[in-house]
T-cell receptor, first 113, second 112 residues
Framework: DGGITQSPKYLFRKEGQNVTLSCEQNLNHDAMYWYRQDPGQGLRLIYYSQIVNDFQKGDIAEGYSVSREKKESFPLTVTSAQKNPTAFYLC????????????FGEGSRLTVL | GENVEQHPSTLSVQEGDSAVIKCTYSDSASNYFPWYKQELGKRPQLIIDIRSNVGEKKDQRIAVTLNKTAKHFSLHITETQPEDSAVYFCAASKYGNEKLTFGTGTRLTIIP
């Protein structure tokens, strides 16, 4: 079953701790993205990557970091520098050509205690 | 950067009636305008998109219109059905999917 898988689905973190969210795709897509979804604010782009070993900051990159060592994987680390990390995080992928559908994962809900 | 405003934030429509959701964008260079539907507890999915060289696009009960001069685009759903209940997001970009800016979403409720 081709698709994009995020884990964990729910995650709790204490203040001051870093946490890494996993995103894996088997669609052979070159481009991958991380979005943050907050109530009433839509989806905001955190980071994106068009090719292995390269990634770009989105609109709200502060307090986050990513890596793209493999085409299939694009993990997101929420660091202790992120002031308001409690949110729903969505990973997506698409063909590198840019136009066409974003395929989203089911999301990861992070709660900071 | 791009700014996308979406209205209304909530919309209730009687089953069988039409629903219209409107978005405006700020960057006149934007040329790609997709619409995503997110059902409760599910992932967003693309339902229709339009590029700036086209004024209207239809897919069965769904249509999108684009007015480049006014910098606004709209989603039209006709003959609404209960399964149309969801949150709808518009988006705009001048770089394709690379830097999509999303609207804040419209929660559409179809009343049986």
């Amino acid at each position: 079953d081709g698709g994009i898988t995020q884990s964990p689905k729910y995650l709790f973190r204490k203040e001051g701790q870093n946490v890494t969210l996993s995103c894996e795709q088997n669609l052979n897509h070159d481009a991958m993205y991380w979005y943050r979804q907050d109530p009433g604010q839509g989806l905001r782009l955190i980071y994106y990557s068009q090719i292995v070993n390269d990634f770009q900051k989105g609109d709200i990159a502060e307090g986050y970091s990513v890596s793209r060592e493999k085409k299939e994987s694009f993990p997101l680390t929420v660091t202790s520098a992120q002031k308001n990390p409690t949110a729903f995080y969505l990973c997506a992928s698409s063909l590198r050509e840019g136009l066409g559908e974003l395929f989203f994962g089911e999301g990861s809900r992070l709660t900071v205690l | 950067g791009e700014n996308v405003e979406q209205h209304p934030s909530t919309l209730s429509v009687q089953e069988g009636d039409s629903a219209v959701i409107k978005c405006t964008y700020s960057d006149s260079a934007s040329n790609y305008f997709p619409w995503y539907k997110q059902e409760l507890g599910k992932r967003p999915q693309l339902i229709i998109d339009i590029r700036s060289n086209v004024g209207e696009k239809k897919d069965q009960r769904i249509a999108v219109t684009l007015n480049k001069t006014a910098k606004h685009f709209s989603l039209h759903i006709t003959e609404t059905q209960p399964e149309d209940s969801a949150v709808y997001f518009c988006a705009a970009s001048k770089y394709g999917n690379e830097k999509l800016t999303f609207g804040t979403g419209t929660r559409l409720t179809i009343i049986p």
